[in-house]
């Protein structure tokens, strides 16, 4: 009995708890940095296009767009969106934020092999996270357990995905800590800011990917039972 209540409910309950924390980490350190001024009053966008400049990408666009931390690089488009409180501010988070987004541009422009791989998989995650989803809920409700198992590999391409996003984000903050001090954008103190802020934000990505795998073991663990 312990054992299937531990299975069922307390995975999701370590899962909730691995997500809740993450995120209270980037707010917390958001919150922070983003009411600290950098010295130099230079805004995210201008950081961008500094980046950008000086590493032959002059034909990248930095450009404002909607939301709250909705800030990207798109490949396709070849283009930095950085959300308004970024493009605008001068803050250590908009310094932080702006500069790892044009990491990406970098990784683009030197055919970082895990962005290359990552770019390639958005079709095949895209596809198994709706049928994965309906996999498993028809799985369980009707109790077919081999579309069940389905389901579960469709679960595990999106893990794949989640695993290899880990090395793009954390060398994509690697070249934007590096680029913030080779062009003196800020000083040794703010980088200290940026840096924790940006391992703050990578550490998101380290919780869905262990969210991911708590959520897959207990599939398998329902899907054992039913076997």
């Not at 370590?14 to 993450?22: D, E, G, P, T, V």
């Not at 980046?51 to 032959?56: D, H």
Request: glycine letters at 6%.
């Amino acid at each position: 009995m312990y054992y299937y209540y531990f299975s069922h409910y307390g995975l999701i309950l370590l899962a909730l708890a691995i997500s809740l924390i993450a995120q209270g980490l980037i707010s917390i350190n958001y919150s922070k940095y983003k009411r600290i001024k950098n010295k130099k009053g230079i805004t995210g966008a201008e950081v961008a296009r500094e980046i950008l400049s000086k590493n032959g990408l002059d034909h990248v666009y930095v450009v404002e767009t909607g939301g709250h931390l909705t800030d990207h690089y798109d490949p396709r488009r070849k283009t930095v969106r950085l959300s308004s409180e970024i493009y605008n501010g001068v803050s250590i988070a908009a310094i932080a934020v702006a500069s790892h987004e044009c990491g990406h541009a970098l990784q683009d422009k030197n055919n970082y092999a895990f962005l290359r791989i990552r770019s390639m998989l958005i079709p095949l995650v895209n596809f198994s996270s709706y049928a994965g989803y309906l996999a498993v809920l028809i799985g369980i409700i009707f109790a077919y357990t081999n579309l069940l198992w389905i389901g579960i590999i469709l679960e595990c391409v999106i893990l794949l995905f989640q695993i290899i996003t880990l090395p793009v984000e954390f060398n994509a903050s690697s070249r934007a800590l590096k680029k913030i001090k080779e062009y003196n954008i800020v000083d040794n103190d703010e980088v200290r800011g940026a840096r924790k802020m940006l391992t703050a934000a990578a550490m998101t990505y380290v919780a869905s990917v262990l969210s991911a795998i708590l959520q897959i073991l207990r599939l398998v663990l329902i899907a054992r039972d039913r076997d």
